[in-house]
């Protein structure tokens, strides 16, 4: 619908600069801190055309207003790449069905690479897909599709690349639970007439009916019900015979089938023969009953299964179903799954942001809190990004549209936890073993039953009925859920509690690991570094020292450096022009200030200058970093000129986090480029078990691969760019504070926020995960190797009571089900 701008809305829209710009939204691989950020920034303002840019660290994208669309992709690219860092690309498949000629085949090629985000385009008519590398984000795939429809009349499927992310959830689950509740109908109604028809003792009403006539109602109905009930599993059976293989479904099709063909045998012998003399027993009811009663155990499996997926549905509702459309002097409300990139849209107070974007308004507060963990509201300037599924929490705002769907960060927070729960664990491992041989075992076991039985005198229909029996009770689908299952909860209750799970094995691991090794600065402490103390030495003049140490920090983008500089703004101090400014990367500068030689850095680095300290200073020096503190010493031509002390506060949770892994027996080291002093006062005051100090991002792989020399599993917890490496090496790398960081190859698991709290809950959701699934396969195993010697006659010979395939088929389903449901406990598992 289209409503008119009221007043209010009007001068908003009304506001916007003149110079209109065109914002696109580019994904940056690499950045891992703060200095990365303004490396990418600095580099992209130089563009010709950029007139805006905002580097987000926690979603690494870039948002750039250009005057108009005439910028080049390439450039771009390379000036990315000259920072150090990378545009994000990804590849894809479109089929293009009809695409069979090549002159079409070229067009729609030229089509698809003259498209905004698309590097390289490939059509191939033998296969008639389009093969293309683009950057995610930038192309949109509902105008590619447009373009190639008008063009050349060419429909591409673009359904995986849909906006509406509760679409791309449930559709497959919706349609796959309908399905088979419409054949668990079927098969109900149908198998209840064949059950009343099979026992005249029961039911006397049916007792008129002529046993012939019963029996080919019976056949026809059962053959329904195995056509069209039990099709899944016999058009399985049939494709596993294809590949050689067997599976579930081979269970259940041998089991029903073999009562069906044999219930079919005896009703055409008695047909020929005349019914008068018919004594043996038909088994329509058994057939039907083991396909009713398997698929109702599998569709409660599919229900169940589609609940280890509502944490990522709980995540799909951020995007609200309705945007507000800015459309000339009309606000139209369409649903958000119809926004396009570049579309400008109002968000009124307490409504979700529908997808990313930036804003265009001066300012704006924005609950950020399903992606950062913080209640605080964020506040925003004109041209910041903001991301769909937070909320306003002020004045009606403005943004510009710049991704839609599976693209935006909610889109790819879901792409996330959907790719670890694809993974598996190494505990799976058994299980898939023991299920590749399962099947052919149990149909062995089972013709060893039928011909123990036969020979040991039983009559041939008695050692069917145990034939059957065996190859329906047996459940490898247990086995075979006993983890994906534990998993697919475990990652959306890890999505839940802001911990994003990149691969399933990195959970087991977790579980057994001997050693933690942290870095300090942004992770055990705030990343938030203040001046504490200057001490001028020499007679140098406080403010002087202040004001020379700034100048010259500011040529540099590491923390101290802008905290330095940081303090000198808020004094009000100018900052002078330094010239041959070198730096020494994470050591310190060395600048010329009006012919005056100026140092500033590590007391390591000034050393290396020949810059020598009294006893005295020597101490102070100690003193400070003996309190925590990260000392910078300034040097004037060779001489001390002063200390500047710098705090970086521990978390409030650092202790507590540490007393946890002491008292479940995991070492905590302390990895970090500091100083001795500073990391051991640090290590000291939280009770961790060792340090490792003035380490390079080199040094601390090497100190990882040691402990790994040594046998121990380690797991490293970083927040920057020097921890790649050691996350790398680790057995297990945890990303702090990078929770929309999806491109973050370095890290197993992400967290979301930069909160201690939710490294413990990582820890204990991983034991919980691990329990569970050890709790499904002792469950999955058990169950079989009782039911089957019990269905062979074991529990007949035990206590006279015997198996028929009906109860056998109703245990199997429930075993399957058992093991989903047990795995959906983690949903409300308690984590401290």
Not at 341 to 357: F, K, Q, S, W, Y
Not at 403 to 430: C, E, F, H, N, Y
Not at 549 to 558: D, F, K, R, T, Y
Not at 695 to 714: F, M, T, Y
């Amino acid at each position: 619908m289209s409503v008119a701008i009221d007043k209010g809305n009007q001068n908003k829209v009304n506001t916007m600069s003149e110079k209109k710009l065109q914002y696109s939204l580019i994904p940056i691989e690499g950045m891992t801190c703060a200095s990365c950020v303004s490396r990418v920034e600095k580099g992209l303002k130089d563009m010709n055309g950029a007139q805006s840019v905002n580097v987000n660290l926690a979603t690494e994208q870039a948002a750039i207003g250009f005057e108009n669309n005439d910028w080049d992709l390439n450039n771009l690219i390379k000036t990315v790449e000259s920072t150090g860092y990378h545009v994000k690309q990804e590849s894809t498949v479109l089929s293009a069905p009809g695409m069979q000629d090549t002159p079409l085949a070229q067009k729609a090629e030229h089509l698809v690479s003259r498209q905004t985000g698309v590097l390289q385009a490939s059509a191939n008519t033998a296969s008639e897909q389009i093969h293309l590398t683009y950057i995610p984000g930038l192309l949109d795939f509902n105008t590619l599709k447009s373009e190639l429809q008008q063009g050349v009349n060419i429909e591409i499927d673009i359904s995986d690349k849909t906006s509406d992310l509760q679409q791309v959830l449930d559709a497959p689950h919706q349609r796959y639970a309908r399905s088979l509740l419409n054949r668990v109908t079927l098969g109900v109604v149908l198998s209840i007439i064949i059950f009343i028809f099979s026992m005249p003792r029961l039911f006397g009403f049916i007792e008129p009916i002529a046993l012939q006539w019963r029996a080919y109602s019976n056949f026809l109905l059962t053959a329904i019900v195995l056509i069209f009930t039990g099709k899944p599993f016999f058009t399985g059976f049939i494709k596993a015979l294809r590949a050689g293989t067997a599976d579930m479904n081979t269970l259940v099709a041998l089991g029903s089938g073999t009562a069906f063909i044999y219930s079919t045998v005896v009703t055409i012998a008695y047909t020929i023969n005349g019914w008068e003399s018919a004594s043996a027993h038909l088994f329509y009811d058994t057939a039907a009953m083991i396909t009713t009663f398997i698929l109702i155990g599998r569709y409660l499996e599919a229900r169940a299964k589609n609940q280890t997926t509502s944490a990522l549905r709980a995540l799909a509702s951020l995007q609200p179903k309705i945007a507000h459309r800015i459309s000339g002097h009309e606000i139209q409300d369409v649903s958000s799954n119809e926004l396009k990139m570049d579309d400008e849209c109002l968000v009124r107070n307490g409504e979700h942001i529908p997808a990313d974007g930036v804003l265009l308004d001066k300012e704006a507060l924005i609950d950020e809190s399903m992606l950062t963990g913080e209640r605080l509201p964020a506040a925003k300037k004109s041209g910041d990004q903001v991301i769909g599924g937070t909320i306003n929490t002020d004045n009606p705002i403005r943004i510009r549209i710049l991704r839609t769907g599976m693209d935006t960060t909610l889109g790819r927070i879901i792409g996330l936890v959907r790719q670890a729960q694809g993974s598996k664990p190494d505990i799976q491992k058994l299980a898939d073993k023991v299920a590749a041989v399962f099947v052919p075992i149990v149909i062995g076991i089972a013709l060893l039953t039928f011909g123990g039985w036969f020979l040991a005198g039983a009559s041939f229909t008695t050692a069917l009925i145990k034939f059957i029996t065996v190859v329906v009770v047996a459940c490898p689908c247990a086995m075979g859920l006993a983890t994906p299952t534990a998993i697919m909860v475990s990652s959306g209750r890890g999505a839940e509690e802001g911990i994003l799970i990149k691969d399933a094995g990195s959970q087991e691991i977790l579980n057994n690991i001997d050693v933690l090794l942290l870095d300090k600065t942004g992770t055990l402490t705030s990343g938030r570094m203040r001046v504490k103390e200057i001490v001028p030495l020499n007679e140098v003049d406080r403010n002087h020292l202040l004001q020379v140490a700034a100048s010259l920090e500011n040529h540099s983008n590491h923390p101290i450096a802008r905290s330095i500089v940081q303090e000198a703004q808020n004094q009000q101090i100018e900052l002078q022009h330094f010239s041959r400014v070198r730096e020494k990367k994470g050591q310190g500068l060395k600048g010329t200030l009006d012919d005056q030689q100026v140092l500033i850095g590590k007391p390591s680095f000034v050393k290396e200058y020949a810059v020598t300290f009294t006893e005295e200073q020597e101490s102070r020096l100690n003193r400070l970093a003996q309190q925590g503190a990260t000392t910078s010493v300034v040097a004037f031509d060779g001489k001390p000129a002063g200390i500047i002390a710098l705090t970086d506060e521990v978390k409030p949770q650092a202790e507590q986090l540490i007393r946890y892994f002491t008292d479940t027996a995991v070492q905590t080291i302390l990895v970090t480029g500091d100083q001795q002093v500073t990391a051991d006062a640090i290590a000291e005051q939280l009770g961790m078990d060792g340090v490792y100090a003035e380490c390079s991002p080199e040094r601390k792989a090497e100190i990882i691969h040691d402990l790994q020399a040594n046998g121990q599993k380690v797991a490293m917890v970083g927040d920057g760019i020097n921890d790649a490496v050691a996350l790398t090496q680790a057995d297990v790398g945890i990303a702090m504070g990078k929770g929309t960081d999806v491109a973050a190859h370095s890290a197993d698991i992400i967290l979301m926020n930069d909160e201690l709290i939710s490294l413990q809950r990582s820890f204990q959701l991983s034991r919980q995960t691990i329990r569970l699934i050890k709790q499904n396969l002792f469950w999955a195993f058990g169950y079989n190797v009782l039911m089957i010697p019990a269905a062979a006659g074991l529990l007949l010979w035990i206590t006279g009571v015997g198996f028929d395939p009906a109860a056998a088929a109703v245990a199997m389903a429930l075993s399957s089900f058992s093991v989903v449901s047990n795995s959906l406990r983690l949903k409300r598992a308690k984590i401290e």
